[in-house]
T-cell receptor, first 114, second 111 residues
Framework: KAGVTQTPRYLIKTRGQQVTLSCSPI?????VSWYQQTPGQGLQFLFE???????NKGNFPGRFSGRQFSNSRSEMNVSTLELGDSALYLC?????????????FGQGTRLTVV | KNQVEQSPQSLIILEGKNCTLQCNYTVSPFSNLRWYKQDTGRGPVSLTI???SENTKSNGRYTATLDADTKQSSLHITASQLSDSASYIC??????????WGAGTKLIIKP
């Protein structure tokens, strides 16, 4: 069974540009969550999607947005990139939204903004 | 404010030795507590998930404990191996499906 796939693995962008990251969850999983991880910081929750609807949103500016498609694949978009957006972006998929459901993570996309 | 604090921030031990990592939380309402292992440059991998009624849970050489009264958890690693070098992250879930992540403990195992 394939794991969570995130593309691309690495990305370099210039300040002011916009970027789209992709996440394909484990087959059958319907919940996808996105996190930002910067050095020395814990994972910061961005948003969660379930059945194509955003269910939860973290404390990030409106430049960060996402969506989920009918096949559960998800994308997140960051517009007007800032240097501080450089981070590892992780996607996690879960079978459902239950509180005890296990989250499986992808390898992440390393975004560098120059 | 919901918070998860971990200690120590980093730890270096010799291969074969045991170690214990600590996690204190102030998340309310509490749903469950998870420990994840994250290798450098990779996504976290779940080690254990414990609910309110569970005190101890093991996964091979990893044993997690939970004291819901004092809001503390620990992760004990027995007979450490070089492959245990990683960051260990404590995560607490509230009843709104939100996961609150600690900053992690960076563990280095030296031969």
């Amino acid at each position: 069974k394939a794991g969570v796939t995130q593309t691309p693995r690495y990305l370099i962008k210039t300040r002011g540009q916009q970027v789209t990251l992709s996440c394909s969850p484990i087959s059958g999983h319907r919940s996808v969550s996105w996190y930002q991880q910067t050095p020395g910081q814990g994972l910061q929750f961005l948003f969660e999607y379930f059945s194509e609807t955003q269910r939860n949103k973290g404390n990030f500016p409106g430049r960060f947005s996402g969506r989920q498609f009918s096949n559960s694949r998800s994308e997140m978009n960051v517009s007007t990139l800032e240097l501080g957006d450089s981070a590892l972006y992780l996607c996690a998929s879960s079978l459902y939204r239950g509180q005890d459901t296990e989250a499986f993570f992808g390898q992440g996309t390393r975004l560098t903004v120059v | 404010k919901n918070q998860v604090e971990q200690s120590p921030q980093s730890l270096i031990i010799l291969e074969g030795k045991n170690c214990t990592l600590q996690c204190n939380y102030t998340v309310s309402p509490f749903s469950n507590l998870r420990w994840y292992k994250q290798d450098t440059g990779r996504g976290p991998v779940s080690l254990t998930i414990m609910t309110f009624s569970e005190n101890t849970k093991s996964n091979g050489r990893y044993t997690a404990t939970l004291d819901a009264d004092t809001k503390q958890s620990s992760l004990h690693i027995t007979a450490s191996q070089l492959s245990d070098s990683a960051s260990y992250i404590c995560v607490v879930s509230d009843s709104n499906y939100q996961l609150i992540w600690g900053a992690g403990t960076k563990l280095i195992i030296k031969p």
